[in-house]
């Protein structure tokens, strides 16, 4: 199914957009980042969201295997 651009999903998306930009400034300045890469960081978070923050850290954190239970594999 395809979704409009401009669309009530635009509605929801636009505020989590804006709070992972926050979150991103917070850690950027934790992380002491110059501002190129600082606004980087930033703009990687506000694209992911927080689903897509949550399996990053779950696959970096265990090693790929959080992915592989997310999906139904069976792990060796």
Partial sequence: M???FFGKEL???MPIAV???FIGEALALW???EQPM???LI???AYLGPRGSEV???VRGEGGEGLKEERGC???
Avoid: E, I, Y
Wanted: glycine letters at 16%; aromatic letters at 8%; proline letters at 0%.
């Fill in 2 to 4: 395809r979704r409009k």
């Fill in 11 to 13: 509605l929801w998306g």
């Fill in 19 to 21: 709070g992972m930009a």
């Fill in 31 to 33: 992380l002491a980042l």
């Fill in 38 to 40: 600082a606004t980087g």
């Fill in 43 to 45: 703009a990687a978070l």
């Fill in 56 to 58: 990053l850290f779950m």
């Fill in 74 to 76: 069976a792990s060796g």
